[in-house]
């Protein structure tokens, strides 16, 4: 035995022992009454299959295959170039409709859901009343499918009919084109499942005045630069899901001057900056095809693990890996623990829906919660909770984004890139914080929380992905 040895032999005797326990409580507990100091580290086996794990693992194409997805969402690109009808940039027809979420038919959907398409269907004179509506939908003559199917996203609900306009966002450097939506504002609207005289009201005003100005305001700007406003607003105590404040503002600096240079209405400018300034999240349904636009562009990289899509339809939760293309991995949506409106409570709530759940897949949203303390206001939580949340984002994740950075956290990038490896292997979950719907059709909002995906989704996709693995060799 050389010295060193024989030094280290004779520390363990003399020396302060430092423990490490991982596990069962009742080691650290045992430790702990005896006035140890203790060390505990949360520390659990992999989920799912083992050997697919590791045969995901050992996949040569992984790490280069998951470096090049970073590099893609971070060299994505988001500009509002247009405002259109969902006619015109889906193309849509009638009796056709977009949703939110993976692909469901009409008898797994959830009240929402179905709330929402009701409405559509009686916004698009389809039917004269909801039953005639519910009856059209339930009998197989209209079609509806997932807004990412057609590279779009939608809030809640997420149901967008022909003559619904909609946002048009550009990536230039992967030359995509995303789209959502325009934002309806909190409690009765259709996003939330409300079909109401009110909600058809104001969706026909959005359809004959909001949308036209927003367009003529956005051809008269010219491309708006909504990555960059997004990389202020989280500057500004705004995450990018629930809380959109600073966003909404510049946007509306951005685009009112335009508009009047447009010549649009007086009276009609004047009803539109009271209605975009009047709802702080008006700026979400630009945050989300932006997102879309940074996760699509590391989509289709064989090998690569990195999820593209997360998305929930009110029964199902999905989400898409850049390595499986289009595949949807499914489990059931969860419920959100949180915040309730009036008198509601967690028996009014509906189960997670909505495509708003991009903005965490892009690194922002549950996963900036440091950024913007404020939110636990709105969702429930402490502030401690929302800086823990995004430091341990981390840990899932395959980089940061440096253009979304957090000031509270030295200014150090958003977490992006969530990799269904590192999400099996810790048993650590993407944290999404989100609004609720109500559990029947026709409620709208109950309130607001947060929820995370099951880890049913994230199996599937491992099992998936060592399925395309090449042989060990």
């Known amino acids: 035995m050389n010295e060193v040895e024989k030094s280290s032999l004779s520390s363990l005797l003399t020396d302060e022992p430092s423990i490490v326990t991982a596990g069962v409580d009742l080691f650290t507990e045992a430790l702990t009454a005896q006035a140890a100091a203790v060390t505990p580290v949360a520390w659990q086996p992999p989920v799912g299959s083992v050997d697919a794990l590791a045969r995901v693992m050992a996949d040569r194409r992984r790490v280069a295959a998951n470096a090049s997805a970073l590099d893609r969402m971070l060299a994505a690109g988001a500009s509002l170039v247009d405002v259109r009808p969902a006619s015109e940039v889906v193309g849509l027809q009638a009796g056709q409709f977009r949703h939110a979420g993976p692909p469901i038919t009409w008898e797994r959907a959830s009240g929402p859901l179905r709330g929402a398409l009701m409405g559509a269907a009686l916004f698009e004179g389809l039917a004269a009343s909801p039953e005639e509506a519910s009856n059209l939908l339930s009998g197989g003559s209209v079609e509806w499918a997932p807004c990412h199917s057609d590279g779009g996203v939608g809030p809640m ?97 951005d685009l009112m001057p335009a508009m009047i240079d447009a010549g649009v209405a007086s009276s009609d400018v004047a009803d539109v900056a009271r209605f975009v300034g009047g709802n702080d999240h008006f700026f979400l349904n630009l945050v ?72 965490e897949t892009a690194g922002i949203g549950g996963f900036a919660m440091a950024s913007a303390p404020a939110i636990v206001r709105f969702v429930g939580g402490t502030v401690t909770d929302a800086l823990r949340t995004s430091r341990e984002m981390y840990g899932i994740t395959t980089g940061e984004n440096a253009a979304y950075a957090l000031p509270i956290l030295d200014f150090r990038g958003a977490a992006t890139g969530i990799d269904v490896t590192k999400v099996v292997r810790s048993g650590v979950l993407p944290q999404i914080n989100t609004g609720m719907a109500g559990r029947v059709a026709g409620v709208g909002q109950v309130g607001a929380g947060l929820v995370t995906p099951p880890m049913e989704c994230f199996e599937g996709a491992l099992d998936a992905l060592a399925e395309a693995a090449p042989p060990l060799s």
Not at 163 to 188: I, P, Q
Not at 226 to 235: D, F, N, R
Not at 316 to 336: E, H, L
């Open 157 to 253: 609900a997420g149901v967008v009919s022909p003559s619904m306009w909609v946002f048009v966002l550009r990536d230039e450097a992967h030359d995509r084109t995303s789209w959502c939506s325009l934002n309806e504002g909190l409690g009765k609207v259709l996003r939330y499942g409300a079909y109401g005289p009110e909600v058809i009201d104001r969706l026909r005003w959005m359809s004959s005045v909001l949308g036209p100005a927003l367009q003529a305001a956005v051809r008269e700007h010219g491309p708006v630069d909504v990555k960059g406003i997004i990389a202020q607003m989280v500057q500004m105590g705004d995450e990018g899901h629930n809380r959109n404040r600073a966003g909404t503002l510049m946007l509306l600096r």
């Open 288 to 359: 989300m095809p932006a997102c879309k636009l940074q996760t699509a562009a590391a989509s289709g990289i064989p090998g690569s693990t990195v999820v593209t899509t997360m998305a929930r339809n009110g029964t199902d939760f999905g989400i898409q890996v850049s390595g499986t293309g289009d595949q949807w991995f499914t489990g059931p949506a969860n419920t959100p623990q949180g915040l309730f409106l009036g008198s509601y409570g967690p028996d009014d709530a509906n189960p997670d829906i909505g495509d708003s759940a991009i903005t």
